[in-house]
């Protein structure tokens, strides 16, 4: 297949590109700059000059492919619902060149604390009155009646030893203050998963596509803060300490809420339906493994 990914020069996409290679795919790479696109020519990735606000460019790289996979977004958390409504457009362009042809759009989204209690799975749908303004997945669903056919891949934290996810934020804010900090006991979780598991995923869906379909990219399931807080501490020699609700705020700002989230979440559906099986190393693995080299 031919297929056109959108955050091609991004950390996943970069990893989605020897995966599809290596299956036998041939990608077209959304890149915003010139940089961009001599990394695209290097890793033998053609290259396609736009980005998610030039929707002409985006339909003019979905009509010239078999499929597409969707994981460019501007990560800026200051215009967080500014960049939520960018994405959404973008995917309706990506769609509506799309629709009719039962083409494969896979879009990529977040596993979300809708589940309490209990780890989030698959089958659980984001609630009409989410807070979280990302609206990737919703919109994605809203184009099968107009014979599109998308699928979504919901994210956790995804690491390797460079990066993992709101874990790096986490990282450079104990660096900046000097402590590692996690919020009451700790036992709030993140879900996690390895890049190269998640990159494999993405292929699988790929290859395996099914209209309306939600897969989990999940290896762990839940990873508590204070496990994080320790091993932030012990690459960078720093104490941690436990912070109160009201607390939290002083020390974390506005990524208090994201701090002591619940955020557990299930891939045994994912796993079955895909025959996807996590095999990387876990996140405080990676973490353990990182550089520390002050920045």
């Known amino acids: 297949m031919r297929v ?3 955050g091609a020069t991004g950390f996943i996409g970069s990893h989605i590109i020897p995966e599809l290679k290596d299956a036998g795919h041939q990608v077209l ?3 915003r700059s010139e940089a961009g696109a001599q990394a695209l020519a290097a890793a033998g990735v053609e290259a396609h000059h736009g980005d998610l606000t030039d929707l002409d460019s985006l339909r003019a790289g979905a009509a010239a492919s078999d499929a597409v996979i969707h994981c460019a977004f501007q990560h800026d958390f200051s215009k967080f619902a500014e960049n939520a409504q960018i994405d959404e457009r973008a995917i309706k362009a990506l769609g509506s060149v799309l629709a009719g042809s039962e083409r494969p759009l896979i879009v990529s989204g977040g596993v979300g604390p809708w589940s309490p209690g209990r780890p989030m799975t698959e089958d659980v749908d984001p609630p009409a009155d989410s807070p979280t303004p990302r609206v990737s997945e919703q919109a994605a669903m ?3 009646p107009e014979g599109v056919s998308p699928a979504v891949v919901r994210l956790p ?7 993992q996810g709101l874990v790096t934020m986490l990282i450079g804010m104990a660096r900046e203050k000097g402590v590692s900090a996690y919020v009451g006991d700790g036992t709030s979780r993140w879900a996690a998963a390895h890049i190269l598991d998640v990159a494999r995923l993405y292929r699988l869906a790929l290859e395996k596509h099914q ?3 939600k897969y989990h990219a999940v290896g762990e399931e839940g990873v508590t ?3 994080i807080a320790e091993a932030i501490g012990r690459g960078l020699k720093i104490p941690v300490v ?3 609700q009201e607390e939290s705020f002083g020390h974390f700002g506005f990524f208090a ?3 002591s989230l619940d955020n557990p979440a299930s891939s045994a559906l994912t796993q079955e339906r895909l025959g996807w099986r996590p095999t990387g190393p876990g996140l405080i693995a990676d973490i353990d493994r990182m550089e520390w080299v002050a920045a």
């Open 142 to 144: 809203a184009l099968i």
């Open 4 to 6: 056109f990914l959108t």
């Open 211 to 213: 209209t309306g379909a």
């Open 157 to 163: 934290q995804v690491h390797d030893p460079l990066k």
């Open 225 to 227: 803060q204070k496990e």
């Open 29 to 31: 790479g959304l890149t």
């Open 257 to 259: 809420m994201f701090a």
């Open 242 to 244: 436990s912070l109160s």
